[in-house]
């Protein structure tokens, strides 16, 4: 089974892309999908995190309220840390055993989506990795667009996941999506063609 990891950064197209894969029929182990998971129904990391981080963390009905928990976590590299020492390992036991059932089922590829697949070294999971890049001040201003962030949440934010360009050094396929959509899918036909080639001659 080929696993490809996914990656990109705030604000860069990344869900897009993940959602093209999904039509066409290659599943998608998503990273922020399992994390939130994580922090709604599972006891041991709840009580973790509410161990590291204090009760504060909690909404009105005693869930982790996960944007508390990000503004503690995006200004402070050691907190930020701490957290990802809590989380990370259940999110790649999860992953795997989402990969394991995919593979019993007789899926040939998966795609794991993770956000911070370098800075938490998932890359050790997956078989190739894609990014998905656009320029930073690209990015920054589709972020500004989106979301409701000051420019320094969103300048905190993007340093949080490690820089595009330097990901886009250590990836084994870049999808350019600074330009239009058309373009964009134009890049992913022929990348996944490659692979799907690829695939034939390494079974043949």
Do not use: Y
Not at 2 to 27: D, M
Not at 36 to 64: W, Y
Not at 158 to 180: F, H, P, T
Request: net charge negative.
């Amino acid at each position: 089974m080929l696993n490809i990891g996914l990656t990109g950064g705030i604000g860069s197209g990344k869900s897009t892309v993940a959602q093209w894969f999904i039509k066409q029929g290659v599943p998608v182990l998503d990273a922020d999908k399992t994390v939130h998971g994580l922090l709604q129904s599972d006891a041991i990391t709840i009580s973790k995190l509410i161990e590291e981080f204090g009760s504060d963390i909690l909404d009105e009905n005693r869930q982790i309220d996960r944007n508390r928990l990000g503004k503690r976590v995006f200004r402070d590299v050691n907190a930020r840390k701490r957290l990802e020492r809590i989380v990370h390992p259940r999110v790649v036991e999860c992953m795997n055993e989402e990969k394991e059932a995919l593979r019993a089922t007789g899926s040939k590829v998966c795609v794991w989506d993770v956000p911070l697949l370098f800075e938490a070294g998932f890359e050790r999971f997956v078989d190739e990795v894609w990014v998905v890049w656009i320029p930073r001040d690209l990015q920054i201003s589709r972020v500004l667009t989106r979301d409701k962030l000051s420019l320094g949440e969103v300048e905190a934010r993007i340093a949080a996941q490690g820089s595009l360009d330097e990901k886009r050094q250590r990836a084994d396929v870049v999808i350019d999506n600074s330009g239009n959509e058309s373009e964009t899918v134009s890049q992913l036909e022929d990348h996944w063609g490659k692979l799907l080639q690829r695939q034939e001659v390494n079974h043949s």
